[in-house]
């Protein structure tokens, strides 16, 4: 079977049991034939699937609120880091002198600003500082934080600590971690793997291969990580290097191999979005997006 799967964006390591699952036979001998697909934009993969144009595709499940589509199912969440807001030590303090900072971000639009907005107006509250928001303005640029933070931003949005936060340990750049542990909200620094639900009804049987076959590659890394390390440099044709040796021992340790497709793991976020004001989505209605 010819399945085409839509990435969030460029071919990095949270899609190793794709490559896994190609470079040792794992999807051949399941009678797939996987095609990887990077998307020009963010949400490309998402629009394509909504269309019924590919079989999968992988995102962050924030977007099963924010881009909430009946077509939309889950097949649940194959990968889960830390992460939310990436800010420079050295730019702590404008915000506290009531200054302004800027922001990097990928995917800017309304709602994803108002969510790393109110991670960090949570951040400095527990400090005992307001912040407003037009001190934090947003940039649209790429998925590659540390440049752009370099090159003047003063924070980052959308990070993944398995890879911005192992980048800037080693690029010895003082940050602060803005995550759900250290905020307090629920975590959505993941990725699902999204189905056509139309495509999914017809094709109940092969969703569940495919699934199985990605949990059998997770394993195989889980059990093989020294390997799986190599299937990535073999595959990507990325050269070997201290900084991705590193992102790709964090990474390996973000897979789940007993994922599932359940409401209630979600509803935290759902909550938590309905609480700043972006989603007056129902339950009932979120609930659609999952198998149970």
Not at 125 to 145: I, M, S, Y
Not at 171 to 183: Q, R, S
Not at 210 to 219: G, H, V, Y
Not at 247 to 276: G, M, R, V, W, Y
Request: hydrophobic letters at 40%.
């Amino acid at each position: 079977m010819k399945t085409k799967l839509a990435i969030e964006w460029f071919l990095n390591p949270d899609h190793l049991p794709f490559i896994v699952g190609i470079r040792e036979g794992i999807f051949e001998k399941s009678g797939i034939e996987l095609e990887i697909i990077e998307p020009t934009e963010h949400y490309d993969g998402l629009e394509e699937l909504r269309q019924g144009n590919i079989t999968f595709a992988t995102n962050e499940p924030l977007h099963l609120i924010e881009q909430f589509d009946e077509e939309f199912l889950t097949m649940g969440t194959y990968f889960e880091t830390k992460g939310g807001v990436l800010l420079k030590k050295s730019s702590y303090d404008k915000l506290k002198n009531g200054e302004k900072i800027t922001v990097t971000t990928p995917v800017s639009n309304e709602k994803t600003n108002t969510i790393a907005y109110n991670i960090i107006r949570r951040f400095y509250a527990k400090e005992g500082v307001e912040v407003t928001r037009d001190q934090v303005e947003f940039v649209a640029n790429g998925f590659e934080h540390l440049k752009y933070m370099k090159e003047g931003a003063d924070a980052g949005w959308l990070y993944f600590y398995n890879f911005e936060g192992i980048e800037a340990q080693h690029e010895g750049m003082e940050v602060l971690y803005l995550d759900a542990e250290n905020v307090g909200f629920a975590n959505f620094s993941a990725l699902d793997i999204f189905v056509n639900k139309s495509w999914y009804r017809q094709n109940t049987a092969a969703c569940q291969t495919f699934i199985n076959a990605i949990k059998e590659a997770t394993s195989w890394m889980q059990e093989h990580p020294a390997e799986a390390m190599q299937h990535y440099y073999d595959y990507t044709k990325e050269k070997q290097s201290a900084l991705m040796d590193d992102i790709l021992t964090a990474t390996l340790e973000c897979f789940h191999n007993d994922f599932h497709s359940l409401a209630s793991d979600q509803k935290p976020i759902l909550e938590f979005f309905t609480e700043i004001g972006i989603t007056q989505l129902p339950y009932e209605d979120f609930k659609k997006a999952f198998l149970a």
